[in-house]
């Protein structure tokens, strides 16, 4: 079985062009947040700077838009009108990612799920949301719960999916805590083929499938169980996924990237971490190709 070895770095980061311009190197939509979270949509978005996008766009409900907005001058937030992703929402997040294709030049992509919540009105508006987009899009947390109640909306697009074991059941009502290796191995592959669309089971080893290919990501530490390392986790990817990077080589490479800044950070902080150490020596990683 092939596994993610630092080379990766050196297929998704090129030298950059002296002439390179705003958006050359993506521009990111993250969708995320809720009345009660705020941290996840901003983390997704710290990660995705330090992992090279060229601009974030947040767009969540008021309350987590505004306290985002407070973090740094570097996050932008778009303030939905109420607590939770609702309906009347949809042709603002459908306006504002066709937007991001234009300025961008086609250098767009999206980060959903992180904070958005569960309930059945939320739920609805991730499933119409990804079923009328066709840009890249990392699908994680909440969304994936959304995506499980009708994963035909997903069938054949640029998205990478990426769960937790848990998460994992939900999306395929396949229980993978007790297997082998080898057996999620093989479970991973046959879900990604079934669904048409690129998997990134997180677990101690990270086991990535488009369904016809299959690696393994060995990077990572047990101090990684804390809050927020999923996030930032998606935000590498969908940095990645912004530069054009396709979704099964942007999981290998932002699989590798988060395991490895957190086995680095993990050896300062131990069972102190938190995931905005992990994301401070994102690029230091990135700097070992």
Known sequence: MIKVTKKILNEVYKKRPANSKKYDFGLLLVIGGSQFYSGSPALVSF?????????????APKRAADIIASFSPNLAAYPLKGDYLSKEDL??????????KIVSNGKAAVVIGGGLGRT??????????????????VIDADAIYAIAKNPKVIFGKPFLITPHGYEFYVLTGQKISQLSEK??????????????????????TDIISNGRKTVLNKTGSPYMTIGGSGDTLAGIAGALLARNIPPFLAAQASAFINGLAGQLVSKEFGEGLIATDLIAVIPKVIKLK
């Open 91 to 100: 042709s603002i997040l459908l306006t504002m990612t066709e937007s991001a």
């Open 120 to 137: 059945p009105s939320v739920q609805e508006v991730i499933l119409d949301y990804l079923s009328q987009i066709s840009v890249p899009a």
């Open 47 to 59: 990660s995705a700077f330090r992992a090279g996008v060229d601009m974030v766009h947040i767009i």
């Open 183 to 204: 057996e999620k191995i093989k479970i991973v592959e046959k879900e990604a083929e079934k669904l048409n669309t690129t998997i990134l089971l997180k677990g101690n």
